[in-house]
């Protein structure tokens, strides 16, 4: 690797890598390229993207009919299938695209804060029983089926009406719903599009945690960065928090294996040329990119209800240890945001204010204080932005910001953004030494398996303070909060 005029590192022919900014570097359109790629990262995150890869997916992605601005990334890239990990990238309605590439095989992968009204320091040493009683409560690990049974309409319902059909079922608060990204529920959705084996797949796993990096973390806030924010958010120093963190199970996973394959077919008979087969993708008002949408829609509305069904159980087993009301104990629900989803939404290009369908694979919308679609009790600050690091490190809580709304369409990163493939950490890490480790740290770890915990380790991630501090550099979003990590029950 060479240097450019600026210090910065240049890529081999075609494509020059422009440094804009400390942190955002741009690939210029060549080629087939219809928008130039840009990416948000510091000198040495921009240089690991390089090396494995992934900045030929931001240029793959900025082929793709419809795009605007720019195919972009977050500071937390990494390779993914077609589109890079931690990727942004906005379509036109009339001629642009979808891709279940876009938005991933875990569709609406997301996040989701429970805040306590405890202090850590006057309930530390319940943490151990605390994680046990969690691990114990939520089911966790591949295949695995929770308590929750579905038939067939109730399955239905549960898709179309996402959160507040679970609501409705005794899984949770009215409240809960004011703090869930789109109220709970993508509108949109049609049952009839998902084939029999995905809903198979989803039938017994609403309420479960899954496997790879899925967790439910206990958590102490260990940093304010801005007192305001924080207060909105009912957040406090040294208070016990509860972060959960899964997808769509196995419901989500069928969804998009099926119509990859479908898309693929469709791209071509639309004459869509396409750099990368894993790019499949359809123009949004075909029939396939209307029935991927909607089967979409579904996946997301499982996710989200099954990770509030995991915060009723996680109410359960704080009512067990602490022998009190999850409503006295202050359980509520401070946000929840998918990170792999693609939307419809407004925003302004050149001047314009245009719909797009907005996909953001590993990447967290981040929207300004005054923006419609933030609830009203958070629209004076800005959206709350959850991003878990590690299980050795730390997570944040941030807030939306209008730069966001500038650069990448309201969106900021998801997470630490992994620097060793799961495979590799396994080779390189030891899972009984590792909690070993962590153990000493004061870290309470429950995990399904010691491999599966060796694949999650600390070291297989990119340090989460260097990458939120690149997102408020950049403007992206801005940090309000900074949580350690007491206990990990682990997919």
């Known amino acids: 690797m060479s240097e450019s005029a600026a210090g910065g590192p240049v890529e081999s022919e075609p494509g020059r890598l422009v440094e804009v900014d400390p942190w955002c570097w741009e690939i210029p359109k060549s080629g087939e390229m219809r928008v130039p ?3 948000f990262a510091d000198r040495e995150f921009i240089e690991h993207a390089q090396n494995e890869e992934a900045l030929d997916q931001v240029r793959n992605v900025a082929c793709l009919p419809g795009i605007e601005m720019a195919s972009l990334a977050m500071p937390d890239i990494h390779w993914g299938y077609g589109f890079a990990i931690g990727g942004v990238a906005a379509f036109r309605i009339d001629d642009g695209i979808i891709s279940p ?52 309409r109730e399955l239905d319902q549960l898709m179309v009406r996402g959160v507040p059909w679970a609501v409705s079922r005794g899984y949770g608060w009215q409240a809960d719903i004011d703090a869930i990204e789109d109220g709970g529920v993508l509108d949109g959705a049609d049952p009839g599009v998902v084939s029999v084996r995905a809903r198979e797949r989803g039938f017994a796993q609403s309420g479960t ?49 099926e119509f990859v394959k479908i898309m693929g077919g469709a791209a071509a008979r ?29 996946a997301a509305n499982f996710a989200r209800t099954n990770r509030q069904v995991m915060t009723h159980l996680v109410r359960q087993s704080f009512e067990y240890i602490f022998k009190s009301s999850a409503e006295s104990l202050g359980l509520d629900l401070v946000y929840d945001v998918s990170h792999n989803v693609a939307k419809f939404e407004e925003h302004e290009v050149g001047g314009e204010k245009k719909q797009l369908c907005v996909h953001r694979k590993g990447a967290t919308r981040s929207f300004p204080a005054g923006h419609p679609d933030i609830p009203l009790k958070y629209r004076a600050v800005g959206q709350p932005v959850i991003v878990p ?48 480790r962590l153990e000493s740290q004061g870290i309470t770890i429950r995990a399904v398996s010691t491999s599966g915990l060796a694949e999650e380790a600390p070291e297989a991630y990119k340090d989460v303070d260097k990458v939120v501090d690149v997102c408020q550099n950049a403007g992206l979003s801005h940090k309000v909060a900074r949580l350690r990590p007491l206990g990990v029950v682990k997919g």
Do not use: W
Not at 136 to 147: E, W
Not at 270 to 298: F, K, T, V, W
Not at 393 to 417: I, N, V
């Open 270 to 298: 639309a004459g869509i040329n396409l750099p990368d087969r894993q790019l499949a993708c359809a123009p949004i008002s075909s029939r396939e990119g209307r029935d991927y949408y909607a089967a979409m829609a579904c």
């Open 209 to 257: 945690l899954g496997a790879g990096n899925h967790f439910v973390e206990v958590q102490r806030v260990d940093r304010i960065f801005d007192q305001a924010a924080a207060d909105a958010f009912g957040i406090f120093k040294d208070q016990l928090c509860i972060m959960v963190h899964s997808g769509s199970r196995g419901l989500g996973h069928q969804v998009c294996t």
């Open 37 to 39: 790629g840009r990416v």
């Open 389 to 436: 690091g590690d299980m050795g490190t730390a997570s944040y809580l941030l807030k939306g910001t209008e730069t966001a709304m500038e650069r990448s369409f309201g969106s900021t990163c998801h997470g630490a953004g992994r620097v060793m493939g799961r495979r590799a950490a396994r080779k390189l890490i030891r899972g009984s030494e590792l909690r070993k």
């Open 101 to 152: 590439g876009g938005v991933g095989y875990d569709i609406a992968c997301g996040v989701r804060l429970i805040r306590t009204g405890l202090s850590v320091p006057e309930v530390l040493g319940t943490a151990p029983d605390l994680v046990h009683e969690l691990s114990r409560s939520i089911p966790a690990g591949v295949g695995r089926h929770g308590k929750v049974r579905l038939n067939n």
